[in-house]
């Protein structure tokens, strides 16, 4: 139904900033929402951030907030990741999801569980 596809990620030093996009395909489904998992090597994964994408309501993980944003264009079926002020931490292969936010209230927001589409993960690595 959906496909995904990730770009932007690389090497950086800490204190620095990258921008992820993930474009997405397909048919369309309603109250859908996207967001950014992550996975360190050895660690499960992680719930970063997601969108909502009829009314733009956003949630973010504790230990990225004010520090990246997401943001969606609607018209080119983009979600995006602004990473700022990156810490070593932060190092992960970064993926983008897409499922139905009707399933919210069963599995919540942050859980992988409530998202059906997955792209193929970029790697973003902060050095220092």
């Known amino acids: 139904q959906v496909q995904l596809v990730e770009s932007g990620g690389g090497l950086v030093q800490a204190g620095g900033s990258l921008r992820l996009s993930c474009a997405a395909s397909g048919r369309a489904f309603s109250n859908y929402a996207m967001g950014w998992f992550r996975q360190a090597p050895g660690k499960e994964r992680e719930f970063v951030t997601t969108i909502r994408w009829n009314d733009g309501s956003t949630a973010y993980a504790d230990s990225v907030k004010g520090r990246f944003t997401i943001s969606r264009d609607n018209a080119k079926n983009t979600v995006y990741l602004q990473m700022n002020s990156l810490k070593p931490e932060d190092t992960a292969v970064y993926y983008c999801?897409?499922?139905?936010?009707?399933?919210?209230?069963?599995?919540?927001?942050?859980?992988?569980?409530?998202?059906?589409?997955w792209g193929q993960g970029t790697q973003v690595t902060v050095s220092s």
């Open positions: 999801a897409a499922g139905n936010a009707n399933r919210w209230i069963i599995t919540g927001s942050r859980s992988s569980r409530s998202y059906d589409y």
